[in-house]
Structure formats: C-alpha cells, structure tokens
C-alpha cells in the first residue's frame, strides 16, 4: 500500500512541476508570435520592397520564400498553442488504484505536451531563422548590395 501512495505522490510532484515549463514554452511561442506580427506594421515598407524583388527572377523566389517561410513559422507557432489532449475528469468514487492508473495517464499526456511544445518551439525557430535569413538577403537586393 505505501509505494503506491509513494507511486502516487510521486506523479502528483512531476505534473506539478512540468506545468510551468509548459507554461514557459507557451510564452516562448507567444514571442515568436509577435516576433512574426511585427513585419504587419512595416506593411508599406514590404511593399515597396516586393514591387522591386518581383522585378528580377531571383526576387520572385526570393520574396516566395520570404512569404512561405513566414506563413508557415506562423502556422506552426498556432498549432502549438493549440491544446490537442484532452484531458479526462476523474470519478469522485475511484479507489487507490484506479487513482494511480489516473495519474499515470495524466502524467503521459502532460510529457507529450510538454515535449510536443518542445518539437514546435524547435521547428519555429529554425523556420524564423530562415525567415530572418531570407528577409536580410531580400533587404540587400533591394538596397543595391546584391544584384539580382
């Protein structure tokens, strides 16, 4: 009886605890989200810019790639804010075991959302980096460094 209730306090500690590293990954995505808005205010600057870039064959892939890559970091930041577990409500009536059979299943949905979370902050960064990577070379195509 006392290593489940060990068993039990056990789970009840990591899911206490990896909430706020859920959390933490949630703000992590809510930055980059703001990060990915920030060009909306610069609208007439980008317009600019892609009337020039459409002009040339490399500023047409160039400004496709610019607007994939940022659609997408986007997507993929939503998708995961997203909640995708559904988390059940325990019966009020459970005895010891089926408490513990609970916690074990709660305590798995709790790590793949955490490690889900993870896997998108992950993704995005790379694909903002990319973003980043595009909008600095489609910055100097249209200043005139690079000639396109």
Not at 51 to 61: D, N, V
Not at 96 to 121: A, G, M, P, Q, T
Request: hydrophobic share 50%.
């Amino acid at each position: 009886m006392s290593l489940n209730f060990n068993i039990i306090d056990v789970l009840e500690k990591q899911i206490v605890n990896m909430q706020p590293m859920i959390q933490s990954q949630d703000n992590k995505i809510s930055f980059f989200l703001v990060f990915c808005c920030l060009p909306v205010s610069q609208l007439e600057h980008f317009e600019k810019m892609f009337s020039y870039l459409t002009l040339a064959c490399l500023g047409k892939i160039v400004s496709i790639l610019l607007v994939i890559s940022w659609i997408f970091s986007i997507f993929v930041l939503l998708y995961g804010l997203y909640p995708k577990n559904k988390f059940e409500f325990i019966n009020l009536e459970t005895n010891e075991e089926n408490y513990r059979k609970f916690l074990e299943r709660d305590y798995k949905k709790v790590r793949d959302i955490l490690s889900n979370k993870i896997k998108y902050v992950k993704i995005a960064s790379g694909l903002i980096l990319l973003w980043c990577a595009i909008l600095v070379i489609s910055e100097m195509i249209y200043w005139g460094v690079l000639n396109a």
